[in-house]
């Protein structure tokens, strides 16, 4: 069973707490995600590998460390997207790869229209991120489409998540790890996450 992570560092909860607020406006919201998402790159790439090469600074010679792998960041469009920035800037040469699905409104099962990924991305440390684990019916797709293209190594980042996504997605996927910002206490006969923050994407956008 892959690991789940929840965090408890205060200034996440603080801006967590913000985001959940139905008044807080879309700019406030985009800003405060992309705070929060690169709070979270410090916890999710703990355990990257570094190599070691030798360098020389004005003062003597010296070992350098450099990540050894090649870490591909997969947003869940649209609403992952929101995430993307606070994480690219912090992870050096990052490469960046698509998917687009979306929920169907009856059904809540994920309908998939786009997917472009970097080539060669077998053996490269893959971080799939999307604010709203929900039925987790989008996370583990996503995260299948990239097992489809030989993707081994692959994290889940997201904000919010409803117990029953984490059991979905941890039951679908053993080998990956679940990163997320809070765990709420259910779903809505509308599929939505309780408490919750909305619809991410619709609060990242300014759509309805
Ligand atoms: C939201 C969210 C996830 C999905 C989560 O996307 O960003 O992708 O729902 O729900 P699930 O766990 O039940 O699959 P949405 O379909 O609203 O699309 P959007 O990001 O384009 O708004
Ligand atoms: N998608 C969202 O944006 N919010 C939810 O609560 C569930 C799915």
Redesign the pocket.
């Known amino acids: 069973m892959g690991k789940l992570f929840v965090s408890n560092h205060p200034i996440i909860a603080h801006k967590l707490s913000i985001m959940r607020d139905e008044n807080t406006p879309n700019d406030v919201f985009r800003h405060m995600l992309d705070d929060i998402s690169a709070l979270m790159c410090y916890e999710i790439t703990k355990d990257l590998q570094l190599d070691e090469y030798e360098l020389k600074t004005p003062i003597k010679q010296t070992t350098g460390k450099r990540l050894s792998g090649q870490v591909v960041l997969v947003p869940v469009l649209r609403?992952g997207l929101g995430m993307l920035d606070g994480l690219a800037k912090l992870i050096p040469n990052v490469k960046i790869g698509h998917i687009g699905l979306y929920?169907d409104h009856e059904t809540h099962k994920p309908v998939k229209y786009y997917c472009k990924l970097p080539s060669n991305i077998e053996n490269s440390e893959i971080i799939v991120v999307d604010?709203?684990l929900?039925t987790g019916g989008s996370a583990v797709d996503a995260i299948q489409m990239l097992k489809d293209e030989g993707c081994r190594n692959i994290k889940f980042l997201c904000l919010v998540s409803a117990p029953e996504g984490v059991e979905f997605l941890q039951r679908s996927h053993e080998d990956v790890d679940v990163y997320t910002c809070a765990l709420d206490e259910k779903l809505n006969e509308n599929?939505?996450?309780v408490p919750?923050?909305?619809?991410?994407?619709d609060r990242i956008f300014g759509t309805d």
Request: charged share 15%.
């Open positions: 609403a929920r604010p709203m929900a599929a939505y996450i919750g923050l909305g619809d991410a994407g």
